[in-house]
Structure formats: C-alpha cells, structure tokens
C-alpha cells in the first residue's frame, strides 16, 4: 500500500525476492562497514558540490572511481609523500638544531616547566657543518649529514600542548579536541591514488597509543580513504623481533578467488537491481568499490612485500641484515618500493624517543636504528630520479627542553622543535627559521601544525583553503580556519 496516493502496488514473486535480497544485502553492507563508509565519494555530484568546486577542478568525470587519480589544483611539485614519524618527540637540540650557547653555558641553573632551578644540559654530541651547504648536523646522524644539501632543516616548528597524546593526534590530523581526518586521507581525497590495486595511503608501523587508529584515520571522509596499516614497526629495531612487516587479512582462508569473484558479482547484480528500484547508488557504490579493492589487494601485496627479489648491494644500503638497521631499513625500503607503485601517503613509524631517562644511551640506539636506512632511502630515491617529486618528511609531536631532566633526560618541549623535509619541491641545503640561543623556544619562521600541514598539502598541488568537506552543515578542511604556507621554503 502506498501511503500517499493509497494505490496498491503489486510485486511478483521473483520480484519480490529480487527486492528481500537487495535489502539484506544493503544490511550486510552497512552492518560491515558502519555509516562513515556510506558517505559520498568525491566522484559523486553532491560531494562535488560539497567540495564547493566542480568535477573540473579536482580533474573528476562524473561516476568516477574515489581513488582514481585526480588534477591538483596548483602546480604540484610533488606527486607523493614519506612521513618518517618519530613518536615520542626526538631531541631537536642533539640532533639537528646546533647550540653553542647550549654548550657553552652547560650546566647554568635556569628555571624549567614544573621544576625550579633546572640545570642547561649541553648536548653530548658534536655538530659539524656538511655539504656545499654547511647545514649542521649531529655526530647521531652521519648517514643522513651526506646529504644535507637535499635537507630543508625547519627550526621554528611548535605546538599547542606538550603532551603526547595530543601533540600525536594534531601533528596527524589537525585537532587533538575532535575526531578528524588524517593528512594522509586528506591527500588521498584530494589527489586520488595511481595504483588501483593498492590502497592509496599506508602505515607501516603505526602508532598503538596516542590516538591509535584516529592518526591515520579518516574522520567524516568516506572511509575508503583512512590508512591501510601494516604491523611490524615501532620495536626496538632488532633483527629476529618481528621486523617481517605484514598485511593482516590479505588472504581468504575460507573462499577460494574464483569464490570470492562469484561472491563480489553477485554483490554488484543485487546492487544493480536496487539501482533500477530506488535510483542512483553512489554511497553503496562507495562501499563496494572497497570489496574490490580488497580483492585485487590479493595478488599485488604478496609481491610488494616480498624482498627476496631486490638485489644485495640495496638491502645493505638500507641496512638489512644487520641487527640495529634491519626492522627500520626494511620498511624504508618497502616504503620506496610502495612510492614506487603509485602509492599516493606512506608514513613509516619508528617509536621511543620520549628519553626523561637515558638521554645517551638511547640517543645512540634509537638514532643508529634509523640513520643508515634514512640515509639508504634518500639514495635510492635519487638514484632512481623519485627525490624530485617524492617529499620525505622525518619529525615527532615536540621536541625536547635544553636543561636537563634528571641527571641524563630531557623533558618534553613543544614551544620550539625541528623537522625536515627533502625533496618534492623544498630547497635543499637549507636552513628555516630558528630557536632561542639554548632552543627553548621558536623565535623566528615559527611554523605551528596548521602551517606544516597548509606547506605539505601545496606542494602536493592542494590548496588547504578550497580542499573542503561539509560535514554537520560545515565545509571542514585540514587546517580549520588557520595555515598559511611557507613559500620561503619552497624551491
């Protein structure tokens, strides 16, 4: 019975099976993937207008795929993106920011956050200018220091809060207040991914703690474009200690291809039997457009993650085979291998460096963990002509405090840090703002998160102003209402 006009509507019998299966099947659907994963893909006309800008501008044909490779709206000078994340916020002042002043008055009582009379520590590393450059560079780095002509050093870096947790999520999406989309999913909304077979965005290694799954998730965007995470990272780095990265889930135990290629069709027929009864299916579309994915997933993974084929002067470049550099050499090489493929984001994480404690000890491991496979990475890449159009990014939340914790720790700081950048678009050999004479504090080119993120998305091609999203009756975009872009940086 029709409730508006009272006509009767009469169904056969095979139509009204047709209709019970497209009904459970859209439960099934939904119960799988939960309501973020109906939402409408960028490919859709009303998500175009949600976007405020036209097919056009994103480079979209109506009926697009969500992935597929889209237009940037500037001149990108990159086409993809390496995070190397340091959670737990690594020491700027021994590592890549160079203080004298720190060494010279070594020892000197100042006043520190929470503790009266803290004492200035003076780093036990030496600094040495190296390349045409002359950037300096810790004595923990001498893999990464060969090749400070290709490194932008950004001093001025600081953050809202100097607790983990926070800094983590804000570093990763823009708030640590609200649950909101990823950098990485931002990119891959707005850029799409080049290889249809592969998620667009990975996460080797990611983060158990400090928001989880939020740092690489994707908020109020369709979930198609959250992060893929493979585990194996975050150890301490030793060869033997589950360094072998992994994508769970990859293979159905249960239904063989051909199974699984019957299963998905018939998915696809109810789907289109809905179409003809309700109309235009974008949202279920969405959804079965990540069964796909999946699996095709199947027989382009085993091989991706497969090292045994790379020859062994690379994997001694990177570090593989030795006990320090095997785990992290090993996922900066599947890192290049996945930017190889098209692969748009891929953040690499590489845990403990939050020292309170142990400051040289710890320094000496964690920064022999990851220098060589570093310094292997940035090779590679300009050895097979990436570096240009790869931008590769290494940082934490914070950095840490110029007087001492303890006898031998740094307390956290998020009032002035470093991060750098190399390649897609960035000047090489170059310095960028700078902190006070002991590193307190970001007194010139300060750079918050919304100003990385703005930096980041335009090299990229994206503008962060017009890369929006209405969601709850708002146009969102990474940088809320804040960012301005560090063109002095850009090369």
């Known amino acids: 019975m029709d409730c508006c006009d009272n006509r009767v509507t009469a169904y056969s019998r095979r139509e009204m099976l047709t209709l019970l299966g497209c009904g459970f099947g859209s439960m099934a659907l939904m119960g799988m993937f939960g309501r973020q994963a109906l939402a409408r893909g960028v490919g859709s006309p009303m998500a175009q207008g949600m976007l405020g800008m036209g097919p056009s501008a994103l480079g979209l044909d109506a009926g697009a795929s969500s992935l597929a490779p889209k237009a940037p709206m500037l001149a990108a000078k990159a086409k993809r993106v390496i995070f190397l994340c340091m959670a737990g916020g690594p020491s700027h002042v021994d590592t890549f920011d160079y203080k004298p002043a720190l060494a010279k008055h070594d020892g000197t009582e100042v006043d520190g956050r929470g503790v009266r009379r803290a004492k200035l520590l003076g780093s036990p590393w030496k600094f040495k200018p190296h390349g045409k450059s002359g950037l300096y560079i810790s004595d ?100 033997g200690s589950g360094g072998n990265e992994s994508l769970p889930n990859i293979k159905n135990s249960e239904l063989s291809k051909d199974a699984q290629r019957k299963q998905l069709d018939l998915i696809q027929r109810l789907n289109r039997e809905h179409a003809k009864q309700r109309g235009a299916t974008e949202e279920i579309d969405g959804v079965i457009e990540s069964f796909e994915l999946a699996f095709r997933m199947q027989a382009e993974v085993p091989e991706l993650m497969d090292l045994s084929g790379e020859k062994k002067e690379t994997l001694e470049l990177y570090g593989i085979g030795s006990d320090n550099t095997d785990r992290f050499g090993r996922q900066c090489l599947l890192a290049r291998r996945m930017a190889e493929r098209g692969v748009r984001f891929i953040e690499v994480g590489h845990g403990g460096w939050d020292m309170h404690r142990n400051l040289r000890a710890d320094m000496e491991e964690k920064c022999g963990e990851i220098d060589k496979p570093i310094a292997g990475l940035l090779a590679d890449l300009k050895r097979r002509k990436m570096l240009d159009d790869t931008l590769v990014i290494w940082g934490g939340e914070f950095g840490r405090t110029p007087y001492a914790q303890g006898d031998d720790g740094r307390d956290h700081n998020n009032k002035g840090f470093t991060m750098w950048m190399a390649g897609g678009g960035v000047k090489g050999g170059f310095n960028y703002g700078s902190t006070d004479e002991t590193g307190a504090e970001a007194v010139d080119g300060k750079m918050d998160m919304h100003d990385w993120h703005a930096t980041v998305l335009h090299l990229l091609g994206l503008d962060h102003e017009r890369l929006t999203f209405n969601y709850a009756g708002r146009d969102f975009r990474l940088t809320d209402v804040h960012g301005h872009v560090a063109n002095d940086i850009i090369a």
């Not at 400070?148 to 607790?163: I, Y």
């Not at 570093?171 to 998620?199: C, I, K």
């Not at 474009?225 to 780095?237: E, L, N, V």
């Open 140 to 239: 923990l780095f001498p893999g990464v220091a060969s090749h400070a002509d290709s490194l932008c050093l950004m001093h001025g870096m600081r953050t809202d809060l100097p607790a983990h947790a926070q800094a983590f999520l804000k570093m990763h999406t823009g708030s640590f207040q609200f649950v909101r989309p990823s950098l990485g999913a931002w990119t891959l909304y707005g850029l799409g991914t080049e290889n249809q077979d592969l998620p667009g965005f990975l996460t080797i290694g990611p983060p158990s703690g400090n928001g989880g799954a939020q740092n690489y998730g994707a908020g109020f965007l369709p979930a198609i474009y959250q992060g893929t995470p493979i585990a194996g990272g975050g150890g301490r780095g030793r060869r």
